[in-house]
C-alpha cells in the first residue's frame, strides 16, 4: 500500500511559479511510474505530466509543455512538479498518481494510488 501526500499549492499571480511536491511512503517508489493530474472545478480529471520508473522519460499535456517540469528524486522518494509561468486557467486542485511500473498513461484509471490533492489557484 503507498501513502501519497502532496504538497506546496497555493495562491500565485499570473506569470509566477509554484513548485509541487508529493512524497511517497509504504512502498518501493522507484517500482513506480508517477504522474500529475489536475482538476478544475466542474471539469474532468486530467494528466499533467508523467515519469516513468526506469529510465525516467517524462510526458507532458500540450497545454504546460513548456511550461511545467516533472522529476523526481528516489532517494527522497518525492515527486515534484515545477510549474512556471503559470496561467489562471491552471487553477485546479493538482494530484500525484503512482502505477506500478509499465509506462506512464494519460488515463487516470491506470493508476494504482492517488494523493489527496493540492490547491493551486492562479490569480489574473
Known amino acids: 500500500q503507498v501513502q501519497l501526500a502532496e504538497s506546496g499549492g497555493g495562491l500565485v499571480q499570473a506569470g509566477g511559479s509554484l513548485r509541487l511536491a508529493c512524497a511517497a511512503s509504504?512502498?518501493?517508489?522507484?517500482?513506480?511510474?508517477m504522474a500529475w493530474f489536475r482538476q478544475a472545478p466542474g471539469k474532468a480529471r486530467e494528466f499533467v505530466a508523467g515519469?516513468?520508473?526506469?529510465?525516467?522519460?517524462?510526458s507532458y499535456s500540450d497545454s504546460v509543455k513548456g511550461r511545467f517540469t516533472i522529476s523526481r528524486d528516489n532517494v527522497k522518494n518525492t515527486l515534484y512538479l515545477q510549474m512556471n509561468s503559470l496561467k489562471p486557467e491552471d487553477t485546479a486542485v493538482f494530484y500525484c498518481?503512482?502505477?506500478?511500473?509499465?509506462?506512464?498513461?494519460?488515463?487516470?484509471?491506470?493508476?494504482?494510488?492517488w494523493g489527496q490533492g493540492t490547491q493551486v489557484t492562479v490569480s489574473s
Open positions: 498518481a503512482a502505477k506500478f511500473k509499465g509506462g506512464t498513461s494519460a488515463k487516470s484509471s491506470q493508476y494504482d494510488y
Open positions: 509504504g512502498g518501493t517508489f522507484s517500482s513506480y511510474s
Open positions: 515519469i516513468r520508473w526506469i529510465g525516467g522519460g517524462t
